[in-house]
């Protein structure tokens, strides 16, 4: 039986200060500043929240399938020294953003990027692009015809299986994949089928309207799998098999059905934390309480993103982007943009200090 009970010491990641994100886009031309400009947790909320509480539950290696610029895997590489963690992402420009962030939180050495799609069959497949927004990087390609409403382009990209993958990397014990494909995620799971069969890993999906219908469902029913919805504000719904897209929120879990009690004990605890913390009840959290929480983040955490800021900064000086940085960003670490890194140090140490780290 699985302990429903949490660490000792559980990590709180959205209780990281509004000043300090975790940069989703590190590519040197691309969307730093629209990232930098929001709280990190606050775009995938509550994802980060649920695999960082429910990771230890579930051992073995971390696949992050459409790994995009990295966010989820720096964050259980950076949780878990111990875990295997495999990016995919299949197109390069993404790629390299993806070892950029990685190696600015670094755990470059430890996270393996694989240039390859997951998907049903191996070989090659089209992949259709979205229209640039901006200098967002692309966050939309989708192997699905017809996803997209419009469609700007279109590429070739390798392709491969979970199973095959897993097969060559010795059949290593899998316990979290997380899968954003943007409506290809039923391709992910049959190519996964023996694997997922095997080691029963918690699996995260991200589910838009516009995805392949009954998909999902006819995974849940054929592989004893329930569906857990994810809201935003650790709103927890058991949806069980129905695998269909929530208006309230786009990310679901798909839970063994044997892990299922214990999985919903730890989402509760992790509820009354993330509520007790955020202040998102009727009792108002307190400074003391807040600071409390944030005690018991791992401390080089905080340190890990206010370097990858400083580093953030320094690219977009040599842009010549800092008026857009500084008109988005909270005004506090806005001086840092010009300052030197001695006193980007000196920045830290007061940050540290303000948070009781010190």
Known sequence: MI?????????????????????RHSDAGADFVANAAASWWE???PLP?????????????FYDVGANTGFYSVLIAR?????????????????????????????????????????????????????AEGDLIETKATLEVGFLSAVAGRTTIDCTTLDHVNQR????RIGLIKIDVEGAEARVLHGGQRTIARD???????LLDRGPEGAISDFLRRSSYLAVNLRPGMEIEVAGDAG???????????VPSEALSSVMGRLQTLAADYHRVTGKTQTPNSGAQARDELLRLPTQ???????????LIEILLSQNRAARYAALTEPEPANVVKRSAPKRRALLRKVRVRLGLD
């Open 244 to 254: 269909v897209a929530d208006p309230a929120g786009w990310n679901q879990l798909l």
């Open 301 to 311: 955490m905080l340190v890990d993103q206010l370097a990858i800021r400083a580093r």
């Open 43 to 45: 775009w995938e909320d």
């Open 200 to 206: 029963r890993p918690l699996i995260s999906v991200e």
């Open 3 to 23: 302990d429903s009970s949490p660490p000792s010491a559980l990590p709180m990641p959205w209780a990281l200060p509004d000043f300090v994100p975790l940069l």
């Open 79 to 131: 949780l878990d020294a111990n875990r295997v963690v495999r990016a995919f992402e299949p197109l390069s420009n993404i790629a390299e953003a993806c070892a950029s962030n990685l190696a600015l939180a670094g755990v470059a050495e430890r996270v393996t990027i694989e240039h390859v799609a997951l998907s049903d069959t191996d070989g090659q497949a089209e992949i259709f692009l979205p229209p």
């Open 169 to 172: 990397c010795d059949a290593e």
């Open 49 to 61: 929240t649920v695999l960082a509480g429910l990771r230890d539950l579930f051992p073995g290696a």
